[in-house]
C-alpha cells in the first residue's frame, strides 16, 4: 500500500479515507485516490501479474508497505534495491500444511531507504522470518512523481513468481491497462 509517513505501517495508521466518488472500477483497471497520504493509487492487470502507478506528492516519507501478513510470513530486500520478494502461509483453509503464497514486488526506481518488521517492531537486515513480516520502503518524491510497481506471486515457487512476473514484459502501465481492457 502506498503511504506517506515514515511511522504508516500498521493497519490501522497506513488505512486512508476515499470517496467512490475518485474511485474508478473496471476489470482492466483500479484507481482511487487515497486521501490522507494525498496519493493516487492505480493498478492493472494481467493474467499472472499487475502493474501498479501511484502519483505522490511532494515528500521525503513516500513510501509502499508490503504486508507478507500474520500467520507466517518472510521477506526480504533484495541487492539490487529495487525488489523485494516473499511469502505468506496465511490461508482460509483447504490447503497443504507447506502452503506458501509466494511473491515478487519490483519497482521502477532504487528504494531510497527500507525498514523490516515482525509485526510492529523494527528488525535489523535485509529479510526476515518471522510471525508476521513487512517492510516499508521509502522514497523522495516531487509532487506528481509516479512510482511503477510490478508484481506477481505463486502458489508454486519464488522461481514461479518470477517467471509470472515476466508476463508484464517491458510495457508500461498504459500499454498493459490498453490489453487487459482488449482481452
Same mark, same amino acid.
Given at each position: ?22 474511485? +474508478?472500477? @473496471? ?13 493516487? !493509487? +492505480?493498478? !492493472?492487470? =494481467?493474467?499472472? !501479474?499487475?502493474?501498479?502507478? %501511484? ?8 513510501? $509502499?508497505?508490503?504486508?507478507? #501478513?500474520? @500467520? ?8 539490487? *534495491? ?5 511469502? =505468506? =502461509? @496465511? /490461508? ?5 500444511? /507447506?502452503? *506458501? /503464497?509466494? %511473491?515478487? $514486488? @519490483? ?6 531507504? #527500507? ?10 537486515? +535485509? ?9 516499508? $520502503?521509502? #522514497? ?14 505463486? #502458489? ?18 498504459? =500499454?498493459?491497462? !490498453? ?5
Amino acid at each position: 500500500m502506498p503511504v506517506r509517513g515514515r511511522d504508516k505501517v500498521d493497519e490501522e495508521s497506513r488505512q486512508s479515507w476515499f470517496s467512490h466518488q475518485s474511485e +474508478e472500477a @473496471r476489470p482492466y483497471y483500479y484507481s482511487v485516490y487515497l486521501a490522507d497520504h494525498d496519493i493516487k !493509487a +492505480e493498478i !492493472a492487470p =494481467t493474467e499472472r !501479474a499487475a502493474i501498479m502507478r %501511484f502519483t505522490f506528492p511532494e515528500s521525503d516519507e513516500s513510501g $509502499v508497505v508490503i504486508d507478507a #501478513f500474520d @500467520r507466517g510470513s518472510y521477506i526480504r530486500v533484495m541487492h539490487d *534495491k529495487r525488489t523485494v520478494v516473499g511469502y =505468506t =502461509t @496465511r /490461508n482460509s483453509g483447504g490447503v497443504p500444511d /507447506n502452503f *506458501k /503464497n509466494w %511473491f515478487i $514486488v @519490483r519497482f521502477d526506481r532504487k528504494i531510497r531507504d #527500507f525498514q523490516i518488521y515482525d509485526g510492529t517492531k523494527p528488525v535489523e537486515g +535485509e529479510q526476515l522470518v518471522g510471525e508476521h513480516a513487512l517492510v516499508r $520502503v521509502g #522514497f523522495e518524491t516531487r509532487r506528481g512523481e509516479q512510482v511503477t510497481v510490478r508484481a506477481a506471486s505463486s #502458489f508454486i515457487s519464488q522461481m514461479q513468481a518470477v517467471q509470472n512476473l515476466e508476463e508484464l514484459g517491458k510495457d508500461d502501465f498504459e =500499454t498493459v491497462k !490498453a490489453k487487459a481492457q482488449a482481452r
